[in-house]
């Protein structure tokens, strides 16, 4: 059970040009950002609904009303991603398990994680990276240095935690909302959530665009 566990999301505010940028195009920087805050809300509301110590909001940006109550909110550190990652576990002091805010197929069973027979938790994404990552003893050492947006980096990440000795228990692997396609697929697989909403609100608003362009200007942009 997770009621002594923290749970720790990581997130930017979703502001147009700053986030989703691999969804454009097919959508413009305001609909990706749009996006971004539908699968960020889907994300926090897992977490409120998950029993938690405490639910901690790691922010690049200042939040919004996005944000449902019950959360602490505090700024990222400065540097890379791994420096951002082990800043956000050196705030902890007992048991802790972070995610990020590209997969709002997340659910609250998911993330009720508990740390009686294991050590550490290790959710690992379909891109090669990892969406969720559990420590009983949070150690911000476990991160630094581990090279981040690369297909090796939950492979380097899990061998760190194996390395260290730790007991590591898996989680079902999630796939990230990077590209359109994963848009598609990531909708399907929580119909019901504001992100296959605010999906196919702006696939609608794509296909009306294309359907007022002209054909030699969609050649063009292509």
Same mark, same amino acid.
């Given at each position: 059970?997770?009621?002594?566990?923290?749970?720790?999301?990581?997130?930017?505010?979703?502001?147009?040009?700053?986030?989703?940028?691999?969804?454009?195009?097919?959508?413009?920087?305001?609909?990706?950002?749009?996006?971004?805050?539908?699968?960020?809300?889907?994300?926090?509301?897992?977490?409120?609904?998950?029993?938690?110590?405490?639910?901690?909001?790691?922010? @690049? %940006?200042?939040? !919004? +009303?996005? =944000?449902?109550? $019950?959360? /602490?909110?505090?700024p990222?550190?400065?540097g890379? #991603? &791994?420096?951002?990652?082990?800043?956000?576990? @050196? %705030?902890?002091a !007992? +048991?802790? =398990?972070?995610? $990020?805010? /590209?997969?709002?197929?997340?659910?609250?069973?998911? #993330? &009720?994680?508990?740390?009686?027979?294991?050590? @550490?938790?290790?959710?690992?994404?379909?891109?090669?990276?990892?969406?969720?990552?559990?420590?009983?003893?949070?150690?911000?050492?476990?991160?630094?240095?581990?090279?981040?947006?690369?297909?090796?980096?939950?492979?380097?990440?899990?061998?760190?935690?194996?390395?260290?000795?730790?007991?590591?228990?898996?989680?079902?692997?999630?796939?990230?909302?990077?590209?359109?396609?994963?848009?598609?697929?990531?909708?399907?697989?929580?119909?019901?959530?504001?992100?296959?909403?605010?999906?196919?609100?702006?696939?609608?608003?794509?296909?009306?665009?294309?359907?007022?362009?002209?054909?030699?200007?969609?050649?063009?942009?292509?």
């Open positions: 059970m997770t009621a002594t566990t923290t749970l720790l999301v990581i997130a930017k505010e979703p502001r147009p040009g700053r986030v989703k940028t691999r969804l454009t195009p097919p959508f413009t920087p305001v609909e990706a950002a749009a996006l971004a805050e539908a699968s960020l809300a889907d994300t926090l509301r897992a977490v409120a609904a998950t029993p938690a110590r405490r639910r901690v909001l790691v922010l @690049a %940006g200042e939040p !919004g +009303p996005w =944000l449902p109550p $019950g959360f /602490d909110v505090v990222q550190c400065a890379g #991603l &791994d420096e951002r990652l082990a800043d956000a576990f @050196a %705030g902890c !007992g +048991p802790a =398990l972070l995610i $990020g805010m /590209d997969t709002p197929q997340v659910t609250p069973d998911l #993330l &009720d994680v508990d740390f009686a027979d294991c050590d @550490a938790y290790f959710g690992p994404a379909e891109d090669g990276g990892f969406w969720a990552l559990g420590l009983s003893r949070p150690e911000p050492a476990l991160l630094r240095g581990v090279p981040m947006s690369s297909p090796v980096t939950g492979a380097v990440q899990r061998e760190r935690l194996l390395a260290a000795g730790l007991r590591v228990r898996e989680l079902p692997p999630l796939r990230d909302v990077d590209t359109a396609a994963d848009a598609r697929a990531v909708a399907e697989l929580a119909p019901h959530g504001r992100f296959a909403a605010r999906l196919a609100v702006c696939t609608a608003a794509g296909e009306q665009r294309a359907a007022c362009t002209p054909a030699g200007e969609q050649r063009a942009a292509r």
